[in-house]
């Protein structure tokens, strides 16, 4: 099957991002992200998050600015952790002809990782950005890993993620290609 990626933009929504650890920083790398991915032919597809103080047309569930979609890409509307459940997500890639998500956005732990693995079980390669997603920003005592023990985990356990069919990467954006196979 030939390789056909589309980028996935989760839940960079003004209120995730005030709560975000490195915000500018990873907002600057998805932005590039879409860039070339426009650029190289590969559809972009944003996903809002609905939900307690994330209220339809509410400045919180605005997508930041940077990243806003423009008329032509697709957003898709969710109300879970997970990007596929109730929502047409999975529909559209495949009448795009996606075989490959490229996955970045919010919470690294909860609606990325979620989504990553759910796209899996849809039959989807997974890309996983190692700098291109990120979670809230927290102290470091308390139950929950600080956010850049959280990313790095994510990243090394979506490196070890083997899964019957599929292939799986763990990718700076500075190497990402979107033409590679």
Request: some cysteine.
């Amino acid at each position: 099957m030939p390789h056909a990626p589309a980028l996935l933009v989760i839940d960079m929504q003004n209120a995730l991002a005030a709560i975000s650890h490195r915000t500018t920083e990873t907002v600057a790398v998805i932005a590039e992200l879409r860039e070339r991915a426009k650029a190289a032919g590969v559809p972009v597809v944003t996903i809002q998050h609905q939900g307690v103080e994330l209220e339809p047309g509410t400045e919180g569930w605005q997508i930041v600015p940077e990243l806003r979609p423009s008329a032509d890409e697709v957003i898709v509307h969710k109300t879970s952790a997970d990007s596929f459940l109730d929502t047409d997500l999975d529909k559209t890639l495949k009448a795009l002809g996606v075989t490959a998500v490229v996955v970045t956005g919010f919470a690294t732990e909860i609606c990325v990782d979620t989504t990553a693995r759910q796209a899996l079980s849809h039959q989807y390669d997974v890309v996983l950005v190692a700098d291109g997603h990120t979670t809230s920003e927290r102290p470091d005592t308390g139950d929950f890993a600080p956010p850049e023990r959280s990313i790095a985990h994510h990243n090394a356990i979506f490196r070890q993620i083997d899964f019957p069919g599929r292939r799986v990467r763990v990718v700076p954006a500075a190497e990402m290609d979107f033409t590679a196979g």
